[in-house]
């Protein structure tokens, strides 16, 4: 059953004493009770009820014993029965890794926030944050200077042909960036400390992120043309793109698996977009504001069959009503490790969002107005989907291992 878990260490070797108990009339102390006198808690790392947890405990010297036994509640009533007492002693050593589950994405709770200080140079390193066989991260890009726009780019080190993109005033999106062999990223930002990229989580070897990419983007305009990467990535079940507007001279784009009936096409800024590749190909529409208007289609990296499954027609999930709303989603995977979907408005500009199910951070964004969705769905396959108008509509393109 799923539960919110504590562990409850103490220095000090519990006390036992008897406690009398009353049986048939004679009195018997043998009803044996262990208490910890000087305790401290610690809390799961993960959010809400899970069947996986976690903790991290500094500040245990070498050389010392900890005794401790676990609690937790369930739906947030406190659970009568705990676990038993455990003793380790602490000898130094360092401790055996803990392999990372195999999943294609792995969500890191609480996200860690990342401030690129300076305009060129900034070099990343997430040593420490992320598995040392991670591919990739996944980031939540948020301009921390709401009065203008910026342009950015963040790729892995040494890679080529990935466009600097434009993220318009309190725009808030998302970035796919592969990492190399030191897991460092390299970040360009316009405008010193006026970009925050909160750190999802990270990919493994079923995600692909190429080191030399170049923008496809069709030179017929205001139709749905067909593009050929299967020269990029070869094999795989879906491509990563980083498509759309990257000033603000562009105008409408479109992206979908080819021969797919998805027909949403909007203006907006650039974004990156996860979709099907069928044959290795996509369909992609093109509608620039005037002639040479500046829209992508680049390919920055690809998944791997194993890794994900994925719609060639986008699955509609918006429900009915506004406001913040629970879905569940449909897919293979129990549960899937990410949601992919797609944003798109029918009418005028809504206010947006997509997070995680009982996720404290609830934000909404006008920007960008036709954006796709990362999301980490909880183990019962749920998350959250924010809009103010119903004119805004969501739809699932897939989800990953």
């Known amino acids: 059953m799923p539960a919110h878990v504590w562990v409850r260490l103490s220095s000090q070797e519990p006390w036992i004493h008897k406690k009398p108990e009353l049986r048939r009339g004679v009195q018997f102390a043998t009803d044996v009770r262990f208490c910890f006198t000087v305790y401290e808690d610690n809390e799961q790392y993960e959010d809400g009820d899970t069947l996986v947890h976690t903790f991290y405990k500094g500040a245990w010297p070498p050389c010392t014993t900890k005794w401790f036994y676990f609690w937790g509640s369930v739906s947030g009533e406190v659970c009568v029965s705990t676990s038993a007492i455990f003793k380790y002693h602490n000898d130094g050593a360092a401790p055996v890794p803990t392999p990372d589950i195999l999943r294609t994405f792995n969500s890191l709770e609480p996200n860690v926030i990342i401030s690129p200080i300076s305009g060129e140079g900034n070099r990343l390193d997430m040593t420490g944050i992320i598995s040392p066989d991670a591919t990739g991260v996944l980031l ?9 726009y910026n342009q950015w780019r963040i790729q892995k080190p040494g890679a080529t042909g990935i466009p600097t993109v434009e993220s318009i005033i309190s725009g808030v999106c998302y970035c796919l960036a592969g990492v190399d062999a030191d897991l460092k990223i390299d970040v360009y930002v316009q405008y010193p400390l006026s970009l925050q990229a909160w750190i999802m989580g990270y990919f493994n070897k079923n995600v692909v992120f190429l080191d030399a990419t170049w923008d496809r983007v069709p030179a017929q305009t205001n ?36 021969g797919s009936a998805n027909d949403w096409k909007s203006y907006s800024f650039g974004c990156y977009a996860v979709v099907k590749l069928i044959d290795g190909k996509v369909d992609f529409w093109n509608e620039p504001f ?30 009915v009503g506004s406001g913040w709303r629970n879905i569940q989603i449909s897919s293979p995977y129990d549960p899937p490790s990410l949601a992919i979907i797609e944003g798109y408005s029918t009418s005028g500009a809504p206010t947006h969002g997509a997070i995680k199910y009982r996720s404290p951070r609830s934000w909404l964004t006008t920007y960008v107005r036709h954006p796709f969705y990362f999301v980490h769905p909880d183990w019962q396959k749920k998350l959250r989907l924010g809009r103010n108008n119903t004119a805004w509509r969501f739809k699932l393109h897939g989800t990953l291992d």
């Open 140 to 148: 939540q890009i948020d301009p921390s200077n709401p009065n203008t």
């Open 223 to 258: 139709q749905w043309v067909t593009i050929d990467f299967s020269d990029q990535a070869p094999g795989a079940t879906a491509g990563i793109f980083l498509v759309g507007d990257t000033t603000s001279r562009g105008w409408k784009y479109g992206i979908r698996p080819h």
């Open 290 to 319: 005037d002639p040479g208007s500046p829209i992508t289609c680049t390919m920055v990296g690809y998944i791997k069959p194993a890794g994900g499954d994925f719609h060639t027609n986008a699955i509609d999930i918006s429900g």
